[in-house]
């Protein structure tokens, strides 16, 4: 049974450009959560989504930044006209509901230039 | 407004030793607590989850106790070892739909 699964693990972008981060969720999973890491810090919530549903976005800029967890297909974090200091490692879990624990990827880092 | 907040951004200890890490919680009511392990360039792993009709619960060398009236959880690690060497995370339900909050983080060195 594969983990979750993050692509592309590193990222790079030009300031102005568009950053597309996939996550695929553990089979059976239908909960997905982003967050973001900075070097030394804890992580930070952006977004928790169900199946076509956004649960809790209290924690995502609104300019910019949006995510989708369609029917089919992986749920994605997309971050428009990116700026240096979107610069982070930014993480994926998924958990099966009720009080599951989350199972997370290995992040994609993206680093904007 | 809600905090979770972790003892110290670091903690050093001999091999052999007993580890404790502590997390506590502001303006939350969870039912549950989940303590998790991060390793540098890795995602979290989950550890430990406890309830909050459950005062203590141990796996291996691992033991979390949960105080709701000082709203704290205590992560023990016993007989600690150099491989324990990790950052550990605990985490809280927001809203007790499992959306769910980190603390910084506790970064542990167990040294041989």
């Known amino acids: 049974n594969a983990g979750v699964m993050q692509n592309p693990r590193h990222l790079v972008r030009r300031r102005g450009q568009e950053a597309r981060l996939r996550c695929s969720p553990m089979?059976?999973?239908?909960?997905v959560y982003w967050y973001r890491q900075l070097p030394e810090e804890g992580l930070k919530f952006m977004v928790y989504?169900?199946?076509?549903?956004?649960?809790?976005e209290s924690g995502m800029p609104k300019e910019r930044f949006s995510a989708e967890f369609p029917k089919e297909g992986p749920s994605i974090l997309r971050i428009q006209q990116v700026v240096r200091g979107d610069s982070a490692a930014y993480f994926c879990?998924?958990?099966?509901?009720?009080?599951?624990?989350?199972?997370f990827g290995n992040g994609t880092r993206l680093t904007v230039t | 407004s809600q905090k979770i907040e972790q003892n110290s951004e670091a903690l050093n200890i001999q091999e052999g030793k007993t580890a404790t890490l502590t997390c506590n919680y502001t303006?939350?009511?969870?039912?549950?607590l989940q303590w998790y392990r991060q390793d540098p360039g890795r995602g979290p792993v989950f550890l430990l989850l406890?309830?909050?009709?459950?005062k203590e619960k141990r796996k291996e060398r691992l033991k979390v106790t949960f105080d709701t009236t000082l709203k704290q959880s205590l992560f023990h690690i016993t007989a600690s070892q150099p491989a324990d060497s990790a950052t550990y995370l605990c985490a809280l339900d927001r809203g007790n739909n499992n959306d769910m909050r980190f603390g910084a983080g506790t970064r542990l060195t167990v040294k041989p």
């Open positions: 989504l169900q199946k076509e549903n956004i649960i809790d």
């Open positions: 089979k059976g999973h239908s909960h």
């Open positions: 406890i309830r909050e009709n459950e």
């Open positions: 879990a998924s958990s099966a509901g009720g009080n599951s624990p989350l199972h």
């Open positions: 303006n939350y009511s969870p039912a549950y």
